[in-house]
């Protein structure tokens, strides 16, 4: 990313390293048109472009507080100090906006994620975009949305959707890897006045058995179901793009649960195969198929873990909720509403 990218250096003055640092606030996204696949893991490009909704439950606070003369960096996550992969990936993210800022000083990392982590809740999406936001603010960066996008991809592919609320539409870029790097970013999209909810159903809040990075290149290399899909999506993607214009969201409902479907059976077919669906996870969407026999408009998404969303107007959304808390038992449930983009917290809360 470089300075005419939408990238700039601000004055010392606004930076974070006083004590407290910059604090931002993200949430996270499911994804209606499914990103899955990497046609570049280091540039984090996807493969197809991807449509989700930014939720308003679940958000992340990450402050970021730059310390002159420390050897190190700290991350605390929800308090404690991370370590191993975690520390890797963010030290790793943090890496690369002091590259943009031409820094060499480190910082202490505190992210507070109300998300169950790793149960395909995307809380790697509200933890980049938030963590994104933060660092630049740190570092005295001036990033327009589209930079921070950009930025919040290289953390994690969702996190470039969560920098904005609402129906957003991820890019994922094309021609030269240069070209692609440039032209993969996320940004709102058109639609119709709408009154969507998403009911979350945590049937399971651990973490998850594979990463989406390994089922992804997995089934990319080995599914003779991705190409297929991926052909598919992008038609998925035209048409929900259509619906929201419309307002119709039964047909965005529609769209939605084929594109899941769709995304679960490439992994199904991988070599070996992943599955992250449970035998809970297919209540769910045996119940949904009972709501929808029952007249309420309600699909299912599920991403890489269990848990499924349920697509419904806000109108039905606690019948839906009451449905599905029936039948996942210990399972959580909650509503969730269209949620805002990434914001920074005023100093004052700081
Ligand atoms: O951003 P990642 O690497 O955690 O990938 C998330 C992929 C899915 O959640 C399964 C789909 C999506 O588009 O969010």
């Known amino acids: 990313m470089r300075a005419e990218d939408g990238v700039g250096v601000v004055t010392e003055s606004r930076r974070g390293s006083a004590v407290g640092g910059v604090r931002a606030v993200a949430h996270p996204n499911i994804a209606l048109v499914?990103?899955?696949?990497?046609?570049?893991?280091?540039?984090?490009?996807?493969?197809?472009?991807?449509?989700?909704?930014?939720?308003?439950?679940?958000?992340?606070?990450?402050?970021?507080?730059?310390?002159?003369?420390?050897?190190?960096?700290?991350?605390?996550?929800?308090?404690?100090?991370?370590?191993?992969?975690?520390?890797?990936?963010?030290?790793?993210?943090?890496?690369?906006?002091?590259?943009?800022?031409?820094?060499?000083?480190r910082v202490?990392?505190?992210?507070?994620?109300?998300?169950?982590?790793?149960?395909?809740?995307?809380?790697?999406?509200?933890?980049?975009?938030?963590?994104?936001?933060?660092?630049?603010?740190?570092?005295?960066?001036?990033?327009?949305?589209?930079?921070?996008?950009?930025?919040?991809?290289?953390?994690?592919?969702?996190?470039?959707?969560s920098v904005f609320g609402g129906f957003v539409v991820w890019h994922a870029g094309s021609g030269s890897l240069v070209e692609a790097d440039l032209g993969s970013f996320a940004e709102p999209v058109v639609a119709a006045e709408m009154d969507p909810a998403l009911v979350v159903a945590v049937v399971d809040g651990g973490p998850k058995a594979v990463s989406s990075r390994v089922a992804m290149r997995r089934t990319v290399a080995t599914s003779p179901l991705y190409g297929p899909w991926a052909a598919s999506s992008a038609v998925d993607l035209v048409e929900m793009r259509a619906a929201l214009v419309a307002g119709d969201l039964e047909v965005v409902g529609e769209i939605a649960e084929r594109n899941a479907l769709g995304m679960h059976a490439t992994m199904l077919a991988a070599r070996p195969g992943v599955r992250y669906m449970s035998p809970a996870s297919l209540t769910v969407l045996d119940c949904v198929g009972q709501l929808r026999r029952d007249g309420v408009l309600a699909y299912a998404t599920m991403d890489a873990g269990p848990n499924v969303k349920v697509l419904c107007r806000q109108v039905d959304a606690e019948q839906v909720a009451k449905s599905v808390r029936e039948v996942v038992g210990d399972g959580a449930v909650h509503i969730a509403r269209p949620g805002r983009g990434a914001y920074l917290l005023p100093e004052d809360d700081r």
């Not at 991809?153 to 959707?161: E, I, T």
């Open 108 to 161: 202490v990392v505190d992210s507070v994620n109300t998300v169950p982590t790793g149960a395909g809740l995307a809380s790697s999406a509200s933890g980049f975009a938030a963590l994104a936001l933060a660092a630049v603010g740190a570092f005295g960066l001036e990033v327009d949305a589209r930079g921070l996008s950009r930025l919040a991809r290289r953390g994690s592919g969702s996190a470039s959707r």
């Open 34 to 105: 499914k990103y899955w696949g990497k046609r570049d893991e280091g540039l984090v490009l996807p493969r197809v472009d991807s449509l989700s909704l930014t939720l308003d439950i679940f958000p992340t606070t990450t402050s970021v507080c730059v310390v002159p003369g420390a050897v190190g960096d700290v991350v605390r996550l929800n308090g404690v100090p991370a370590s191993g992969e975690v520390l890797g990936r963010v030290c790793g993210f943090v890496d690369l906006v002091r590259g943009l800022a031409g820094s060499s000083e």
